[in-house]
Every structure is written in C-alpha cells, then in structure tokens.
C-alpha cells in the first residue's frame, strides 16, 4: 500500500514508517520538526541521541535497501499538504502529527492555542485534503483515551447505547478531557466523524492510552535508528519518567495520592494496533473507534513496579508523592474496553520487570544525557487560588 505518515519523525511516528517500510509498503513521511524544536525552547533533549530524520532514512537504505520519502512542512499549510497528498495519492494515512503534550498545552495561553492550532486546523486541513485528492483512503488517527476522562461508569469504544425518555440511540460516547491537548483530540475526533458522515471518508480514530518503551523491531537493528525517548515534564509519559528517574536516583514523582488510572500500552503494540488498522480498513462513512490499550495501571501501581525492578538490579529507588500539578481525579473508577483489537488479532506484550529491565538497561547507557532541572513538575493545571483539583468536585467510586 502507498501510506502517508504525518508526524514520522516522532517517538511513535519514525518505529511505524520503519515497520510498514519493512513489510513491503510504500512510506512517504511528513514532519515540520516541531517536536524537536519545543525541545530546544526549553533546553532539553530526547535521552536517546537521535538522527536527523534524513540521517535515520539514509541509514534504513543503506541497512534495508528500502526508500522512505520524506516531505517536510506543517500539516496545517493547505497547499503543502495539498501537494503532499496529491502526490503521495496515499491508500492509508497514519496521522501522528500533532502537539501531544498535556502539561504543554496547559502551560501558558501561547501554548494553548499553539496546541489547538496545530492539532485542530491541522487535522481539519487533512480532511480537506482527503476530500478533494483522495477520499477513497483510510485515515488512521491517533486520538486517546483521555479524551473521555475518567466517568463513574465504564468506558466503550467511541459509542453507547443510551435509553433516554422511552427511546434508544447508539451515540459517540461522552467526552470529559482533562487538558486543553485532550480537548483538542475530542474536537479532532468530532470533526473526523462529521467527515465521514457527511463526505462518506473513512476513518478510525485510535484512542490510544499511554504508550511506554524504548524498543521495537526496526530500532534494534542499529542505533542510529533509535526513536526519541522522552522523560522531561513536559513531553515525558510517566513510565519512561520514573525508568529515568530511577537510573538517576531521583525520587518516582508519584502526583498526589498516586490512584489516577489509565491505559497503557507497549510502543512495540502501538506498532501492532496502527498495522491491524491499516490491514482491516474502515468503510466507506464509517468511523470507528478503538481504544488502543492493554492494560490499565495507577500511577501508585507503576511506581511500585519500578521500585522493584529496579531493586532486582541493585539500584535504591524512593517513591516521593509530590503535590498534584493538575487537576484531575486521584481516586476514581476505570473500567475501559479494549477489545476490537484485540478481535483483530493484537497479541499484547503485558508489562513487566523483564521490560522495565530493559528499559532500565538501555536509560543507564544515556544517564549522563539526563537533565536534572526538566524532571520536577513545573506546569500547574491551574495557577490560581483554585489548588488541589477544587474544579473537580470529588465523586462517588
Ligand atoms: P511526537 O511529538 O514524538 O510525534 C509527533 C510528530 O509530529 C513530531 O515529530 C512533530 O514534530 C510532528 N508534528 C507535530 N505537529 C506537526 C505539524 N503541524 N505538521 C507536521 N508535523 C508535525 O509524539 P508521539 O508521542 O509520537 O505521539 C504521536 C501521536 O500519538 C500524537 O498525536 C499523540 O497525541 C498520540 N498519542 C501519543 C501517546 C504517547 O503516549 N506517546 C499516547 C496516546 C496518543
Ligand atoms: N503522572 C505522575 N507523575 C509523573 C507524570 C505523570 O503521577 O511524573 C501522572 C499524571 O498526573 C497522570 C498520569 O500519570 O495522571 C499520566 O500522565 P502522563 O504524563 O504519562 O500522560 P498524559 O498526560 O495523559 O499524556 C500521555 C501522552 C499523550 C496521550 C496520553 C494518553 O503524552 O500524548 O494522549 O498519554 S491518555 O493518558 O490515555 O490520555
């Protein structure tokens, strides 16, 4: 298949062009180099050295004997991803490229509308594209689990059956994101489906939990093909946090009483959910919706997992709860489903002390990389007066 890949020099982006290069497919990438550049606006780094992404794509031919065409420029420039598109004349369209940081979108208003820009029109853009050059492709959007939040009742897959007064409907499950970058994935996923109802586009939006891990296939094969790995406040996700944090002898930044849970997944299954999706397209003016996951953890549960891990390899990790820079509930009920992909045929890889070993392992070949200043958690949710979640009244579990 000829596929698209928008955001493929990101940490998920790049493991996926790589892999549907490999299998044989036809990979065009699109990357503004957003993500390294917010990086250099605050000092910091991915702990992995990465490649230019022209580097990574020279080392994967010289390596593999397969092209990866790489197209640079902002999904929402209208005439470049016009072009790009009409180009490429995609079958599949893995869209990653978006501004994927919570604490990001929750740091200044700059950021805010920096982030919904981007995520939004960005998106919106694409589906125009799609549209007008190719409205027979499949769009694979990565949306997340967050954009429903945590509700005192179990989570679907995209849609409910609600009875109301008498009558019954299938309607989009209800949305309660818990950050701005949240909120910008339930606008995207709103307009996604008015597209494919009105436009008869195809598309699945990937709710995807929170992804950890530092390895797949294709990046093993050398390190220069490594993906970035972040740990920083900012753009790190809390498992390759507190991996960092452990090799550093930092205290594991539990956030407030340490019972928020979500869903998480392996990066290697990340690869597995886009692949599946792609193999088994939506149909025409359909949208589906998947909750890419395999399991669900509390941030308490995580912390204990790598102080153990950790422990096995003779390292001394402290777990410290520090005050919640966001609010969010810290005790509630989760219960999400998680099963059309695993119908399809994902076989998950469950997290371990085998995988946190690893990851450990390969975070102590970069310790002296790690910027100490970016660990603690800076970015407060709200400011104000208002501390400690007051937004968020507390509720029954
Ligand atoms: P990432 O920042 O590493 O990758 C996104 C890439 O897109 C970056 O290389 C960035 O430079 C590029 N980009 C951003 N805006 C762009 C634009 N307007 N035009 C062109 N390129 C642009 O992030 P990631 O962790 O790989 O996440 C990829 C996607 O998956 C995001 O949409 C994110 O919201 C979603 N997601 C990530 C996770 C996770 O835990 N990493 C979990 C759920 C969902
Ligand atoms: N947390 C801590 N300590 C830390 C970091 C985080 O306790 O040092 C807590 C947070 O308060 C939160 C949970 O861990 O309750 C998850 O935080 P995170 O930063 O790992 O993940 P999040 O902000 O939700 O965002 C990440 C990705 C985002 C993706 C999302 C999936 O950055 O792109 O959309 O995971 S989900 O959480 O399912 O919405």
Not at 73 to 90: K, M, R, W, Y
Not at 146 to 160: A, L, R
Not at 193 to 217: M, S
Request: aromatic share 8%.
């Amino acid at each position: 298949m000829r596929i698209l890949i928008l955001g493929g020099d990101g940490y998920l982006g790049w493991p996926t062009a790589m892999r549907f290069s490999r299998s044989g497919h036809e990979v065009t990438v699109v990357d503004n180099f957003s993500r390294r550049r917010w990086h250099l606006d605050q000092s910091t780094d991915s702990l992995t050295p990465i490649y230019t992404l022209e580097d990574r794509i020279e080392v994967w031919k010289d390596l593999t004997g397969l092209e990866i065409t790489s197209r640079i420029g902002s999904i929402e420039d209208a005439e470049f991803l016009d072009e790009v598109v009409a180009e490429a004349l995609p079958e599949v369209i893995v869209h990653y490229g978006e501004q994927p940081s919570a604490p990001y979108s929750m740091r200044s208003r700059q950021t805010a509308v920096e982030t919904q820009q981007t995520n939004v029109i960005g998106t919106l853009n694409l589906l125009f594209s799609m549209q007008s050059f190719v409205p027979d492709a499949h769009l694979i959007k990565l949306g997340t689990m967050g954009e429903y939040g945590t509700p005192n009742i179990d989570i679907e897959e995209g849609y409910i059956e609600i009875e109301h007064n008498g009558r019954k409907d299938t309607l989009p499950f209800p949305k309660l994101p818990g950050s701005l970058y949240h909120c910008s994935k339930v606008h995207d996923s709103t307009n996604i489906h008015f597209a494919t109802r009105i436009w008869g586009l195809r598309a699945t939006d990937l709710n995807q939990g929170v992804v950890y891990g530092i390895e797949t296939d294709e990046t093993a094969l050398d390190p220069r093909l490594a993906t970035r790995f972040d740990y920083d406040e900012t753009f790190g996700t809390v498992l390759n946090r507190f991996c960092v944090q452990a090799v550093v002898g930092h205290p594991l930044t539990v956030y407030g009483s340490g019972g928020q849970t979500r869903g998480y997944l392996n990066i290697r299954d990340t690869l597995r959910c886009v692949e599946l999706a792609a193999e088994n397209p939506a149909d025409r003016g359909e949208f589906r919706v998947f909750n890419q996951f395999t399991e669900q953890f509390s941030v308490a549960e995580l912390a204990e997992l790598v102080k153990g891990s950790a422990a096995q390899l003779d390292m001394d990790v402290t777990i410290e709860s520090f005050p919640n820079p966001r609010v969010e509930l810290e005790q509630h009920y989760y219960n999400a489903s998680n099963q059309k992909l695993l119908d399809l045929g994902l076989e998950p890889h469950y997290l371990g002390e085998e995988l946190v070993h690893s990851v450990l392992d390969s975070v102590r070949q970069h310790r002296d990389r790690v910027v100490f200043r970016a660990i603690t958690p800076k970015t407060q949710w709200n400011p104000g007066e208002l501390e400690g979640g007051a937004l968020l009244a507390p509720r029954e579990t």
